[in-house]
């Protein structure tokens, strides 16, 4: 489906019925990255998974930055009249959900924060970005998928998953190159979202792969121990992609949280 905002056509898919779910995702990948979790979670919630712009169905539409990728996703509820979602965002998904809840924290009903960071760049990973953005110019969308591969997935998924490396090779190469520079321009400009962590206070679940290197398990413990009554859970096996890499135990640990969330049993302030 396409809601027609102002600025932007924004993609998603609106699946299964009960409490709303949205699914943000990280770089250089779409909506289609999370569909082991609407698939097994429809059943019993409704689950929103949305293309930021440039990515996936959403066609790229400048200005990008992260809080113009929050205001499309509050866009998106407002077209569905859905109030207040539980956001699941992994990586730049989370940079996305960190400014949801500083734009439009009355629709945040809950937070799962996947394999990602509250701090600002370093200086290496901002001199990467800008060879990323030529990459893209030049190469484009495949070069981009070949160099973020090794980095996006754990060691056990690319020596034993071909079919997940396949997965997400087609994805990255899916993408467009409008959509891959801006969103790399709107993570170098994104403001660090350190001092939002102590403001959260819906319930929250961090996730990190135990083989993540781009966000490793240090950032999310680094989350936990910042955002009050957050819970933790490290998965094994898996790396920055913990939600494609290992689905059922992600579906586990997000589907245990969602029922407390529900039953208000989720910790939180
Ligand atoms: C992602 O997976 O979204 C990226 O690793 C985020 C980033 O480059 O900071």
């Not at 090794?150 to 959509?179: C, F, H, N, Q, Y």
């Amino acid at each position: 489906m396409i809601a027609r905002l102002e600025g932007a056509d924004i993609a998603y898919d609106d699946i299964g019925r009960g409490e709303p779910v949205v699914f943000l995702h990280g770089f250089a990948l779409d909506r289609t990255m999370w569909a082991a979790q609407t698939t097994g979670l429809a059943g019993h919630y409704r689950c929103i998974a949305v293309d930021a712009r440039g990515f996936g169905q959403s066609p790229p539409a400048a200005p990008f930055s992260i809080d113009r990728y929050a205001d499309d996703v509050a866009g998106v509820l407002d077209g569905l009249v859905v109030e207040r979602a539980v956001i699941v965002g992994l990586s730049m998904g989370g940079y996305v959900a960190f400014a949801l809840w500083r734009r439009h924290p009355g629709r945040v009903r809950g937070l799962v924060l996947a394999d990602t960071r509250a701090t600002v760049d370093p200086p290496d990973t901002r001199e990467r970005r800008r060879e990323l953005m030529d990459v893209a110019r030049t190469v484009g969308p495949r070069g981009v998928a070949e160099r973020q591969i090794v980095g996006v997935l754990g060691k056990t998924t690319r020596e034993r998953r071909p079919d997940i490396v396949e997965t997400v090779r087609g994805i990255m190469t899916r993408a467009s190159v409008d959509g891959i520079v801006g969103a790399l321009d709107a993570m170098l400009g994104r403001p660090d979202s350190t001092p939002t962590l102590a403001t959260i206070a819906v319930p929250t679940l961090v996730i990190a792969g135990d083989e993540d290197v781009i966000t490793p398990a240090k950032d999310a413990r680094a989350l936990h121990a910042a955002i009050p009554g957050s819970r933790l859970e490290i998965l094994a096996g898996a790396g920055h992609l913990s939600s494609i890499e290992r689905p059922a135990a992600f579906n586990a640990v997000l589907s245990e949280f969602l029922h407390a969330v529900e039953s208000g049993t989720a910790g939180s302030v």
